[in-house]
């Protein structure tokens, strides 16, 4: 009984939470426009990968969730790097006074680099976290001359992540996003958060959701601008408690992803975890989740 009490507070604190964040792509309101970008960048060794990665110059970017920040992606990135897959080269801060800073090391020849956004507002709406999302890209394209990308977000990270290729795909200004790795997100807010369902029956089911929240019902209007031929790595979460969910996102919701982006990805992978490694807060930190990853875009 404690245990369903536990679960029904957690998900009236994420209800709150996703309610006050989770806006819709055309809504309207303020966003804390970029005033300014600074680069601070120091001369530094490039790191020797391993042979058994795939080596370019496209560049991966890590995106935080809601009330994260930079250690919400910092074991990804180290786990990358131990690997010797990739090499993290720049963190983007993006201040509240609107203020963009780049800072790190970088040069041309420099082989899959890793750069990690933080927000200072990790509560801001997401409409200004897309336009945040879009302008660092648009930079790192102009300042850097970064031509393809890839993407890697925790939580509403994830969803800061599709949604900008949503809404900002045919932006020629843009480089060509490749691959996307979201874990647990949660794309159709907090559906199916208690579902009694086994675990093995919801993997057995459509990714359709059975009810579209109305920032679903709005993601799906913009399916035409997502770009083409990405391909896609999505990790959902199960404790086992029961409940189909991460101790936040239902499984149903982050499955589907599947259903918006239907016919549009060149791929499709699908990853569960089950068990207290497989939390919301715990799977950004999971040995197994960070290999999966560094095997998907490496």
């Not at 209007?221 to 959902?236: D, E, H, I, S, T």
């Not at 149903?252 to 992803?257: E, K, N, Q």
Request: charged share 15%; with cysteine; net charge positive.
């Amino acid at each position: 009984m404690a245990k369903r009490v536990r679960m029904v507070i957690q998900f009236l604190l994420l209800a709150f939470v996703i309610g006050a964040t989770v806006v819709l792509i055309g809504a309207g309101g303020g966003s804390t426009k970029i005033t300014k970008v600074t680069s601070q960048l120091a001369p530094r060794s490039a790191k020797t990968l391993s042979n058994q990665y795939q080596k370019s110059n496209t560049a991966t970017v890590f995106l935080h969730g809601y009330n994260g920040g930079a250690y919400s992606t910092n074991y990804l990135i180290n786990q990358a790097e131990k690997a010797g897959a990739a090499q993290k080269a720049l963190v983007v801060h993006v201040y509240k006074n609107g203020v963009m800073a780049f800072k790190g090391y970088w040069q041309k020849s420099i082989q899959n680099p890793m750069v990690q956004i933080v927000f200072q507002d990790s509560h801001a709406t997401q409409k200004t976290q897309i336009y945040w999302l879009h302008q660092a890209l648009v930079q790192l394209k102009a300042k850097y001359g970064v031509q393809k990308y890839n993407a890697v977000g925790h939580s509403l990270g994830s969803n800061d992540i599709v949604n900008q290729a949503l809404k900002y795909g045919k932006d020629r200004k843009l480089p060509t996003l490749n691959k996307i790795v979201t874990i647990a997100g949660p794309f159709d807010g907090l559906t199916g958060y208690l579902n009694a369902e086994t675990e093995s029956q919801v993997k057995q089911l459509a990714a359709k959701p059975v009810r579209f929240t109305r920032h679903f019902s709005e993601m799906l209007k913009y399916r035409k601008n997502f770009p083409q031929n990405v391909q896609l790595l999505n990790v959902v979460g199960d404790t086992n408690d029961g409940y189909n969910n991460d101790g936040y996102v239902g499984v149903a919701s982050a499955r589907s992803v599947r259903y918006l982006l239907r016919n549009k990805l060149a791929k499709y992978r699908e990853e569960f975890y089950s068990g207290a490694n497989a939390a919301h807060c715990s799977l950004n930190k999971n040995p197994k989740v960070a290999q999966a990853m560094i095997s998907f875009l490496w």
